[in-house]
């Protein structure tokens, strides 16, 4: 059996639901038998990838407790290979999983989403911060020609349920509140400050403000659309206040051509 | 050049090397766990780079894998070299996957010519983008391979003598794939060669009676302290490190079984240096 043969049926065996017994392995007089050796190579490699995913959606696991989360993670090493060199991102379908697996309990997916993110965010690219002193250099430039860019850890998830009281309680030893849908959905903010990653809940208008940012537009196509969706808000004044919050939270960044002053602080 | 003695950087021990020194002359890290875009990893690896020289050990390599080596890796992990400047740059003899799936394990291989060129074509291209030699650690394995020609000593000799790349010899990898497959661990110390050993690593394993498992979750037993001795008396003075990847225990636990590791090489070297 040529090298390529050997290399493609060891990994069908780890693969596979059921370890089977190969030719191949030269079968030793002592200890274990040829199958049993394989099969520690078989179980390992669930072993491994059922801890990373409970590394990973810690509050999922919690939230689900320890023989659900098993079975589920179980079903998703045997559904989904890995082809990453990184271990931490295998989880990256996880949360899809679990909204096909458990399409009644939607809460839970949105629990893993939140898990996935946080952690994302928590080795995400670094980046350099506008601070509050830049606010000079826009206020001499156009507006149609001011982007904001955001840091690279940033992103934003909607979620139906209560699932970030959930978080917090799990996060805190509590008993999870009874899951409620919520009247409207609400979409949270997720990034890196400093070393930790950080979530709130947006405002609609706060919300619709970052996915324009996000999008490259210019502040005066910002304040236009802005203008347009929440014709009874004074969005001067109110992009104003939105743009002191996030320059406190850290979640405008500059682009590195753009960096001329020393000692900035960095999101690392 | 001497190295000294030397520690696996883990996470849980960030806090005691930024707070004061230690008593290790070098850290070895996990180059997987800082081939990341950002964050605390790389910002804690730079503050503890500053105090420590260090050596890179990586995971995911694969240099035995028929398909070739992911081009990707290689550049972020000549990126990781190039910001922390180790001392030298470590992974395993083994395979971790095939055609895009990754087993994150490291899967051992057949010890035959065919192998043998795969794995002197991918030594090369390795070394070709780090600039530098590789230097290739011996697997705990469980199987055996019926088409395997030479033993696994003769292979790294080829390997080594092929390509000039080094050595990291686990002893307690060793000691684990000597139980499981019946060879003496003598054999091996004595079949590589000496002047292509690099490093030591030591480590604790798993007793399930009739095989051993290479878990890194213990303190190095007494058999393998015995085999470090022998290796010891048979290469002379090689850096050595305790590895722990599990349970991982308060640094002074581990530094106390690194003050063992010095305590035999001082005795078996100032022994060889009486004789």
Not at chain 1, 151 to 166: A, E, R, Y
Request: a negative charge; aromatic letters at 8%; proline letters at 4%.
């Amino acid at each position: 059996m040529n090298l390529e043969d050997l290399q493609t049926n060891f990994q069908h065996i780890l693969l596979d639901a059921e370890c089977i017994d190969a030719g191949w392995v030269r079968e030793s007089t002592r200890g274990l038998s040829s199958q049993d050796r394989l099969g520690i190579y078989h179980n390992a490699y669930r072993i491994r990838l059922i801890d990373v995913l409970l590394d990973t959606f810690e509050h999922t696991a919690v939230y689900l407790g320890d023989d659900w989360f098993h079975q589920l993670a179980t079903a998703y090493v045997q559904s989904y290979h890995s082809t990453y060199t990184n271990i931490g991102l295998y989880g990256r379908e996880f949360p899809r999983f679990l909204a096909e697996q458990l399409a009644d309990d939607k809460e839970v997916s949105e629990l893993a989403l939140m898990d996935w993110k946080l952690r994302r965010a928590f080795d995400g690219a670094d980046s350099t911060v506008m601070i509050h002193d830049d606010l000079q250099h826009l206020a001499t430039a156009e507006s149609g020609s001011i982007r904001l860019q955001p840091v690279p850890t940033l992103s934003i998830s909607t979620q139906h349920f209560n699932t970030l009281d959930i978080w917090h309680a799990i996060n805190q030893d509590q008993q999870p509140p009874v899951v409620e849908r919520m009247a409207q959905p609400i979409d949270i903010l997720i990034w890196r400050k400093g070393h930790s990653p950080h979530f709130r809940s947006l405002a609609k208008i706060e919300s619709a403000a970052i996915a324009l940012v996000c999008s490259g537009d210019t502040l005066e196509v910002i304040g236009a659309a802005l203008e347009h969706d929440f014709p009874d808000v004074d969005v001067a004044t109110e992009f104003g206040v939105m743009l002191h919050r996030w320059l406190d939270d850290e979640i405008i960044s500059i682009p590195p051509q753009n960096v001329d002053v020393d000692a900035r602080p960095s999101v690392q | 050049m001497t190295f000294g003695f030397g520690l696996g950087l883990r996470t849980q021990h960030y806090n005691d090397f930024l707070a004061a020194p230690q008593p290790v002359e070098w850290l070895e890290v996990i180059s997987d766990n800082y081939m990341v875009d950002g964050g605390k990893p790389l910002a804690m690896l730079d503050q503890i780079r500053v105090n420590y020289p260090m050596v890179m050990h990586g995971v995911s390599m694969s240099i035995g894998a028929i398909n070739g080596l992911d081009k990707d890796y290689l550049r972020k992990l000549k990126a990781l070299e190039q910001r922390i400047e180790p001392l030298w740059v470590s992974d395993h003899l083994c395979w971790t996957g095939v055609h895009g799936r990754n087993m994150h394990d490291l899967l051992p291989l057949p010890y035959t010519l065919e192998a043998l060129q795969v794995v002197k074509r991918n030594v090369e291209q390795a070394q070709e983008v780090l600039q530098r030699p590789l230097v290739l650690e011996n697997v705990s394995s469980y199987v055996e391979f019926k088409t395997s020609e030479m033993t696994e000593w003769e292979f790294l000799t080829e390997v080594c003598q092929a390509t000039g790349c080094e050595l990291l010899l686990d002893i307690n990898n060793i000691f684990v794939s000597a139980f499981n497959h019946g060879f003496s661990p003598a054999s091996f110390i004595g079949g590589v060669p000496i002047d292509s050993v690099k490093q030591f690593h030591l480590a604790g394993h798993q007793n399930n009676g009739d095989h051993l498992i290479d878990t890194h979750d213990h303190s190095v037993c007494n058999d393998v302290w015995n085999l470090y001795r022998q290796a010891l008396m048979h290469f002379g003075y090689v850096p050595t490190m305790i590895e722990r990847d599990d349970r991982i225990p308060p640094l002074a636990e581990l530094l106390s079984e690194l003050d063992r590791a010095r305590d035999i090489a001082n005795d078996v070297l100032n022994s060889k240096i009486a004789v």
